[in-house]
């Protein structure tokens, strides 16, 4: 079928795609993104192979799917439907998350089976592409619960700010340290506007 899509892994804010020109369907392209994570151990390897990666030590052709051309640049923009993309599966190993279409479906470490994968795409009532309600909690994805303040932690904080102690302002806000190149761009002109 001439459905085009992409595989994407994301390391580091760095996104590496490989494009696929047919097949991309959820029982096609999706399933083979969802087999490469299934087999022990894969967000540990995955993970040190994508720094051996970076590092120049190997190559992205050891993670293509086949049927699929060779990986694009790295780059730090995601890549993103349009009328000639219709899927994509991206396997964030920063957050441990199975993205499909932008839109995070599954925890890595608790993937479904092959069959129940493909029925738990589903759309929500307004439409847009969703985990099926029938899905169980276990496999979807969770976004982390805001942190909780008890008046001890607020004490303990107000006593660690008043003491002089530091903490990064990527720690608080559970950013990346590594800026993309807009982002950089950003920064430079407020410091420009402030100073």
């Not at 993309?85 to 995070?104: K, Q």
């Not at 592409?129 to 969770?142: D, G, M, V």
Request: hydrophobic letters at 35%; one cysteine or more; aromatic letters at 12%.
């Amino acid at each position: 079928m001439g459905t085009r899509g992409y595989y994407v892994l994301r390391y580091r804010n760095i996104y590496f795609a490989q494009y696929h020109n047919y097949d991309s369907y959820p029982d096609g392209l999706g399933v083979k993104v969802l087999q490469s994570m299934q087999f022990p151990n894969a967000i540990t390897t995955y993970l040190q192979m994508l720094g051996e990666i970076l590092d120049g030590l190997r190559s992205l052709s050891e993670i293509l799917i086949e049927r699929g051309d060779d990986f694009s640049p790295p780059s730090w923009q995601r890549p993103e439907n349009d009328i000639f993309i219709e899927w994509i599966y991206e396997i964030d190993v920063d957050r441990n998350i199975f993205h499909i279409n932008g839109t995070p479906f599954f925890s890595l470490e608790c993937l479904p089976d092959e069959g129940d994968f493909i029925q738990y795409i589903s759309k929500d009532h307004y439409g847009n592409l969703a985990c099926a309600l029938r899905c169980p909690p276990e496999h979807r994805y969770k976004r982390p619960a805001p942190p909780t303040v008890s008046n001890s932690d607020l004490a303990t904080y107000q006593s660690s700010v008043c003491t002089g102690s530091h903490v990064a302002l990527s720690d608080l806000l559970a950013t990346n340290d590594f800026l993309s190149p807009d982002e950089r761009i950003r920064v430079l002109l407020l410091e420009v506007m402030i100073g």
